[in-house]
Nanobody, 128 residues
């Protein structure tokens, strides 16, 4: 059974940084596509950043140059380094994993619909 557990959320001032972590267990396939998504109440879940097992990455335009996605394969932990945070980044953040697919699908419209395994989310609040 695949399990994902996010952590690292919190409250910061605008311009600050946070690093989110997503610990993955139970995924046995060497190939995968993983993503960070975020969702505000009443809104669709949107892709923030994706990474595949080849190390290819994708980013939403709104976070390019500010967020970095990377994975520690020795610990099986996915990270999202978030810098220069803005109040608009306030959301619940989720990680997800799925089999091989183009990593750009993570940040495509309705990209979340392609993912079946999710964590419980971690809350990020950015104060102005």
């Amino acid at each position: 059974q695949v399990q994902l557990a996010e952590s690292g959320g919190g409250s910061v001032q605008a311009g600050g940084s946070l690093r989110l972590s997503c610990e993955v267990s139970g995924w046995t396939d060497q190939s995968y596509c993983m993503g960070w998504f975020r969702q505000a109440p009443g809104k669709e879940r949107e892709g923030v950043a994706g990474i595949d097992s080849n190390g290819m990455t994708s980013y939403a335009d709104s976070v390019k140059g500010r967020f970095i996605i990377y994975k520690d394969n020795t610990k099986n932990i996915l990270y999202l380094q978030m810098n220069s945070l803005k109040p608009d980044d306030t959301d619940m953040y989720y990680c997800a994993i799925e089999g091989v697919r183009p990593v750009r699908m993570v940040v495509a419209v309705n990209g979340a619909n392609d993912f079946g395994d999710w964590g419980q989310g971690t809350k990020v609040t950015v104060a102005s």
